[in-house]
């Protein structure tokens, strides 16, 4: 063996996986782009790759190689009919990357892939710059996403609402079961998007009214989320609003202001903005409830909360930040009694609930 065989140790496997993290994630983005998992769900049989290639027009040599690295990684499967495969989707497949399946996940891949892996391109200018990335990305800037980026027209409002739900949904129920907001009767939630924690909330608070305030784009599509009666009794409590938290006089009255997953999404300026809103519409005794997946105090973990602070770097110009972080602010703005909790079962949010004297 030579000395260059001997000092060469083979690539560590967590290094390997950061290397090749990407080109799965690409294949999957593509193959749900084209639909694939739509065609064979749609289809009776199993359907080999030039019935596949007719279907999208493409090339049949590249679309096999597509369709077999699917295989490879257990999105598909592959059977031997005489000469030919015929792919078909595994169970999982159906389940969450087909359009008709009720826990379908394609808004959330169709939104990592039109905008998250575009804009995680420009990583290297964000962290030079600290600034997003919207020009550089996709040739126009953004000076407030919500308004022009994200809610470019009705199907990019609806990807990233379903977005937010299908993120949020198993979180604000493991949230709504661990806070006590027992003694508020009249809630809002701003920027509460279709109401997946509110009717979470209702649900664990039955003797509180909750409006849930968005934009209007938003508010407008929010009866595609309402759960049944069945699923929710008490969603009779929940309804909703057109506000803009940089306007207090659009906010409803109430004693309990929530505000999930909106202050990572804002500069500091901005967020003081919000705070000073909500402050203004608080009575003597109200309450605050922030929800935010907060980082450790060392800022070692978690490592989806530092991921994501990077996309909010690059998408919003907004960041995660620690409790002690929060509780600064909170108590710039005069909050007090400021309980932070964390919320075990949800990697997405904790809670950070205050008062105003
Ligand atoms: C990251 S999403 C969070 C949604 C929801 N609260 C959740 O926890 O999933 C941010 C929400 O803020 C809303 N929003 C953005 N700007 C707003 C504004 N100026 N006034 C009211 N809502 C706004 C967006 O439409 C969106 O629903």
Known sequence: MSDTARSFSPMPEKLEKFL??????????AACDFGIFDILRNSSVP?????????????????????DTLVALELLEKTKQEDEWLYNNTEEASK?????????QLAIVSLHNKVGYPQQGNLESAVIEGRVQWMRTFGKSSEDVFRDALYSNEESVLRFTRTMHNMVFSASYALAKVINLTSFSNCCDVGGGVGTLAYALCQYNPQMKITVCDLQPVVTLAHHFR????????????????ADFFKPETLPKADLYVLSRILHDWSEEKIDLILSNVFHCLPSGGGLLICEKVLDEDKKGPKRVLLQSLIMLLSTGGKERTASEYK?????????????????DSPLIDAILCRKK
């Open 20 to 29: 090749d993290g990407y080109q799965e994630s690409k294949v999957l983005f």
């Open 47 to 67: 359907q080999s790759a030039a019935d596949i290639t007719n279907m999208l027009s493409s090339n049949l040599d590249a679309t096999t190689r597509l369709l």
């Open 96 to 104: 969450f990357l087909t359009t008709s399946s009720p826990d379908s």
């Open 227 to 242: 759960p049944s009666v069945e699923d929710c009794p008490n969603q009779v409590n929940v309804s909703f609003m057109i």
């Open 328 to 344: 600064q602010i909170l108590h710039k703005h005069g909050f007090i009694d400021i309980q932070v909790t964390l919320v075990e």
